[in-house]
């Protein structure tokens, strides 16, 4: 049985429909069933907890073999998976950990965090498995829909940073083969999920021009002016603004994103999916 926390959230909802599909048992779990309840299908089972909670965490390993320890991005990402890892070693069953950690280096506040969870991932002395993808297009791109509908305008404040994108779609492909093949296959190896090439956000946009079948401009800015722009028109917090986007923005400026590897082929077989490829698959959802 494979455990997939945060079942609900953008990568262990893709994880949970991808196992699914083939028919591997799997046991999901979020705060709330009537959250988790759109995932029900053969083979998935349902079942609530709360990761701020160490207790409502032990029912969950019962029959697990592997887990794959995934938080929210936000302040308590750390003492969560740390929970979650710790409800493992309590189980005693030796279980698995598959740990989505990211992809890009942070010299910031998560790079720590990343860092004290992989520390807790190899004292708790379980077999583990890290898997980091680079930087996602869907929560890089679907956030500005209304902007590239409405202006046709892609914004950021990167520069011509290079970054190498990498799909929704492979990173769950990536995950469910570290799931589903043997522990000794993948023990103690950090795999990072990456898009074929790095990409400056100029490059995106010629990609979305020819997908779109439209000029989509890319508009850099001051890093300044982006985060008010965040703050006062797009509604962020400044908390939930520095770690949901602007780590992710200064690491990419920085240089830190445009590391390419095969990682992606060498766990599935296929070649990931490049920037120019997304946006033609994903060109309905910016048509309005």
Sequence with gaps: MILV???TGMFGRQVVQVLAQQGVPVRATGRSLARLEPLRAPGVELMAADMDDPASLQPLMQGVDRVLVNAPMDACKQQRECHVIEAM??????????LLTGGVEHNDALGDAGRAVEQAMSDSQLPWTTVGPQTVMESNFYPFRDLIVGNSLLLSCVGEAQVGFVALEDVS????AVLTASVEQHHGRDY???GPQAVSFTAVAEAASAALGRPISY????RGAFVDMMLNEAGYDPATLDI?????LDAFRAGQASRITTDFRQLTGRNPTSVAQWWQANAAYFLG
């Excluded at 070693?89 to 598959?98: E, S």
């Excluded at 508009?219 to 001051?222: A, G, L, S, T, Y």
């Excluded at 949901?244 to 992710?248: R, S």
């Design 244 to 248: 949901e986007v602007m780590c992710h």
């Design 219 to 222: 508009q850099d800015m001051p």
């Design 5 to 7: 926390m945060s079942a």
């Design 192 to 194: 990072v999920i990456t």
């Design 89 to 98: 070693v309590r189980a005693g069953a030796q279980a698995q950990v598959v």
């Design 173 to 176: 492909a990536a995950l469910a």
